[in-house]
């Protein structure tokens, strides 16, 4: 029952949209400054704190390297995302179909969550090698928890009165989940997308961590112990850009599939 | 289960030429704390073919609850609903009458248009054709050149009128109004009653609304069915003279106010005793 046809006063968004990207990008330059500068001051060796002009280096004069690297994670990655995307999604889709499964399996899913990835992983390795597979079910298995339940609880919280309406228009239950629960349920799919696409990214780099041929935590391992502190930090800022740029897409997959949403939010 | 009285005379005295709508004996209630507490008792009434027909109660009186029935959403304790003279369960009526609520229930991600189809598009008609026919309607509700906004960037009479249009778009022989114009200011309120005279005006269709509004009661409907508080049986039955179209002016004369009198005598308004 919100309307909103009232635009807030518009000068004082223009300037707290520029604000947005302005201090955090001021943040971060005087953050690098104030490291760079400590790290020339101090002489500190490279293999222990390289100066962030030192990490540019690195990933100009490696970027072949990387870039083979960042390939091997990011498919690790859209693949389990994918398969956690599905699958959590059409598992929502059946708790909130069937009572009696959500009580069977609900506490098994959560408990899911408690078991440690930790210990998982290497058994992973043993089942299945060292290839993509381990990796991407250990992403799969993080990213997959937060799509179940927040898209279970999108579905859940449909509004009731406009389902009995939909009922009384002879709306059988598949059409009133098409027509009803699935697009009030999207909003909360895509937050858990993107909690989901997020830690999908520490799963692919652990998964490469306890055992992998490549990838950018396989990488970081290899370079940590030979004391390539700066390619280390290479592959952390490749590894962050990597999340923003996935956590970036699901928001604007968001916003074109939702445009209801954001026509009323941005919109004129 | 609650006790279902036995109707006694209700039956035999059924007209012979079975009536659009057939409401016989009919008794709901629901469970509480496992106590029974009955909504309706023993309701027993009808309603002819194109006619329009207010039913007006105290608040909680099981009104909505009555039209849940008679849409199909809810199974009555007994008593019969006949609509053509055929007996029906619920699940036999859902898709048969076209229902409206105080709340306008359009859905946010469905542009105007979108959500005016929307009953023509349960019934099984494909989308373009259903968008269409919203299309062409639209002058008709006020909405002109509002097809492809979201609900809402829309006012709530707007909102409203919306709903009014699905409602009438679905080509329901039987409209169902649960205190549609409850929500809105008391302006607003006496345009959609304008608006909704006119709609049905146009397309001679059975209506039953559910109101708590004596005064739109009277000036929409062509008979008001006054009930008791709960448990709800009919305490009065008011045939409403009045020449159609209705006009505002009529609110004032003699006709009106003697209908409202007697309105207001069966909902116990004038007794004295009252708190």
Not at chain 1, 131 to 138: A, E, H, R
Not at chain 1, 158 to 181: C, I, N, P, Q, Y
Not at chain 2, 256 to 269: E, I, N, R, S
Request: hydrophobic letters at 50%; a neutral charge.
């Amino acid at each position: 029952m919100t309307g909103n046809l009232d635009g807030g006063s518009t000068r004082a968004d223009d300037w707290s949209e520029r604000a947005q990207w302005l201090l955090p990008a001021l943040l971060i330059v005087a953050g690098l400054s104030v490291w760079e500068i400590w790290v020339r001051v101090d002489n500190t060796p490279d293999w222990l704190l390289p100066a962030p002009s030192d990490i540019a280096a690195s990933l100009i004069n490696d970027w072949q390297l990387l870039l083979r690297h960042t390939w091997v994670t990011l498919q690790e990655v859209l693949l389990g995302f994918a398969a956690a995307l599905i699958t959590g999604a059409l598992l929502a889709a059946a708790l909130d179909a069937s009572p009696v499964l959500k009580r069977a399996t609900y506490p098994l899913i959560v408990a899911s969550q408690a078991i440690p990835i930790v210990a998982l992983a290497p058994l992973l390795l043993v089942w299945f090698g060292y290839g993509l597979l381990p990796k991407v079910i250990v992403t799969g298995l993080v990213a997959f928890f937060p799509i179940v339940v927040t898209t279970y609880d999108g579905l859940r919280s449909t509004d009731r009165e406009t389902l009995e309406l939909l009922r009384s228009m002879g709306a059988g239950r598949w059409t009133r989940f098409r027509l009803v629960k699935v697009p009030s349920a999207l909003p909360s799919l895509f937050s858990g997308a993107r909690i989901g696409v997020s830690v999908a990214v520490i799963g692919a780099v652990f998964g490469e961590y306890v055992g992998a041929k490549a990838g950018l935590g396989y990488l970081m391992n290899i370079s940590s112990g030979r004391l390539l502190t700066d390619r280390v930090f290479a592959c952390i800022v490749l590894l962050a850009l990597l999340a923003i740029a996935l956590f970036g897409l699901v928001s604007w997959l968001e916003s074109r599939c939702l445009p209801w949403r954001t026509r009323l939010v941005g919109g004129r | 289960m609650g006790e279902c009285v036995q109707p006694f005379e209700s039956r035999s005295s059924l007209p012979v030429v079975p009536r659009f709508l057939q409401i016989d004996g009919l008794t709901a209630g629901y469970e509480e704390n496992g106590q029974h507490l009955p909504v309706l008792v023993d309701l027993t009434f009808s309603v002819g073919e194109g006619e329009f027909v207010s039913v007006i109660g105290p608040s909680g009186s099981g009104k909505s609850t009555l039209l849940d029935i008679i849409a199909g959403l809810i199974e009555p304790d007994c008593g019969e609903l006949l609509i053509g003279g055929q007996r029906t369960g619920a699940s036999e009526r859902l898709g048969i009458s076209a229902y409206m609520k105080q709340r306008d229930l359009l859905l946010p991600w469905r542009t105007v248009v979108e959500n005016a189809a929307l009953a023509l598009e349960v019934g099984g008609m494909p989308r373009r054709t259903a968008r269409a026919e919203a299309m062409v309607r639209l002058d008709e509700f006020g909405l002109t050149g509002f097809g492809a906004h979201y609900p809402a960037q829309l006012s709530g009479g707007m909102r409203q009128r919306v709903a009014l249009l699905r409602t009438m778009l679905a080509g329901r022989s039987l409209i169902l109004l649960d205190e549609p114009f409850g929500a809105l200011d008391a302006i607003t309120r006496a345009t959609m009653q304008d608006w909704l005279l006119k709609r049905v005006g146009d397309h001679a269709r059975t209506v039953i609304l559910v109101t708590h509004d004596v005064e739109e009661a009277i000036f929409i409907a062509d008979r008001v069915i006054v009930l008791t508080g709960r448990p709800a049986r009919v305490a009065h039955t008011e045939v409403i003279d009045l020449p159609r179209p209705r006009t505002r002016a009529m609110v004032t004369e003699g006709r009106f106010v003697a209908h409202k009198t007697a309105v207001m005598t069966a909902l116990g308004l004038f007794s004295e005793s009252r708190p």
